[in-house]
Structure formats: C-alpha cells, structure tokens
C-alpha cells in the first residue's frame, strides 16, 4: 500500500517520416484551461526541457521565441492554431512547432472527510510541420497522485515531468517507426 495513481494516454502518429524530419523546433506556451495562474506556460516549459534532454531536436528557446515575435511585431493570439504555428515556425525558421493546452493542474479533493488532496495533471500537445501545417504527431494524456503516506505524494510540477517525460519518449519512438 505504498502508493498508487492513475493515469490516461493517448497518442496520434500522422506521418513517422515528417519527425524524422525535424531538426529544429519550437514549443510555443500551452494554452491554460485551468484556474491555476501560468500552468500553460508552466507546462510547456517542461516539455521544452524534456525535448532538451532528448537531444532528438533542437530547441528554441522560449526567451529567443518571444525576443523574435516582438521585434517582428506579432503577438500571441489567445489561442494557436495551426495556421498560426506554420505561420510562426515560418518566421522563427524552425521545422516543426509544438501546440498545446493544459486541461488539469490542481490538487483535487480526495477524501471529502479527511479533505485529503490529489495533484492532478492533464494536457495536450501537437507537433506542426510549418512547411505544411499538418499534424504530425499529437499526444493526449493526464495523471494523477496519490499515497497514503503524505511525504510520499508527488507535486504538480513532478507529475507534469513525468507526462511530459512519457510524451517525448513515444515522439522518439514514433519517429523510429519508420
């Protein structure tokens, strides 16, 4: 009884080849559906250093993404889009731009009685070619903690990591489908 969690995955690929392809990629900030401040770009933050460490890519970085869109004068829309990522891809000079949204990211009551609390994680991502806008890859997958020894439960950000960790290996082993 040292822990458990529960978890739910899914992944798109659309064409293995077109990620063999990437060489350089950007990952815009996630679009927040949730009430926690940032999570958006909490999480994209992690799954840019989760492309870092897979050495598969090479990464933009964020700072470098939005220096480049202020001096070109373009800001970023509520929510990006596909046209709008190969349109951005086109201009940061990148082969494939990752979108996506963060769906969860709260501690959620567990145990109405004891008011025991649950870190919960969920989000979506999708890699763009900018040459055609088309999606080539698309994950799906949320997360959640708990144990009943309370030093034992993980954070968040720690459950972020690990989605974001599964993502990048099934992106890899997408592109090695081929």
Same mark, same amino acid.
């Not at 392809?21 to 900030?29: D, E, F, I, N, T």
């Not at 897979?54 to 890519?57: E, I, L, N, P």
């Not at 008011?115 to 919960?120: I, L, T, V």
């Not at 979506?124 to 088309?134: A, H, M, P, Q």
């Given at each position: 009884?040292s822990?458990c969690?529960?978890?739910y995955?899914r992944?798109f690929?659309?064409?293995p080849?077109?990620?063999n392809?990437?060489?350089?990629?950007?990952?815009?900030?996630f679009?927040?559906?949730t009430a926690?401040?940032?999570?958006?770009?909490?999480?994209?933050?992690?799954?840019s +250093?989760? &492309?870092h460490s897979? !050495?598969? /890519?090479k990464v933009l970085? #964020? %700072?470098?993404?939005? $220096?480049?869109?202020? *001096?070109?004068g373009?800001?970023?829309?509520?929510?990006?889009?596909r046209?709008?990522?190969?349109?951005i891809? +086109?201009? &940061?000079g990148v082969? !494939?731009? /990752?979108?996506?949204?963060? #769906? %969860?990211?709260?501690? $959620?009551v567990r145990? *109405?009685?004891t008011?025991?609390?649950?870190?919960?994680v969920?989000f979506?991502?999708?890699?763009?070619?900018?040459?055609?806008?088309?999606v080539i890859w698309?994950?799906s997958?949320?997360? #959640?903690?708990?144990?009943v020894?309370?030093?034992?439960?993980?954070?968040l950000n720690r459950?972020?990591?690990?989605?974001a960790k599964k993502m990048v290996k099934k992106?890899?082993?997408?592109?090695e489908?081929?």
């Open positions: 009884m822990g969690g529960n978890s995955n992944f690929v659309g064409w080849e077109g990620i392809r990437m060489k350089s990629v950007a990952v815009m900030p679009e927040n559906l926690f401040p940032n999570a958006g770009e909490i999480v994209s933050e992690l799954f +250093s989760e &492309l897979s !050495g598969k /890519f970085e #964020s %700072e470098q993404i939005k $220096r480049t869109l202020y *001096e070109k373009i800001e970023f829309p509520k929510v990006i889009d046209s709008f990522a190969q349109e891809g +086109s201009v &940061l082969d !494939g731009v /990752f979108i996506g949204s963060v #769906s %969860e990211y709260w501690y $959620r145990m *109405e009685e008011r025991e609390e649950e870190p919960a969920g979506n991502v999708r890699l763009i070619d900018t040459k055609t806008g088309v698309a994950s997958c949320s997360r #959640s903690s708990y144990s020894f309370v030093y034992q439960r993980d954070s459950i972020a990591q690990i989605i992106l890899i082993a997408s592109a489908l081929e």
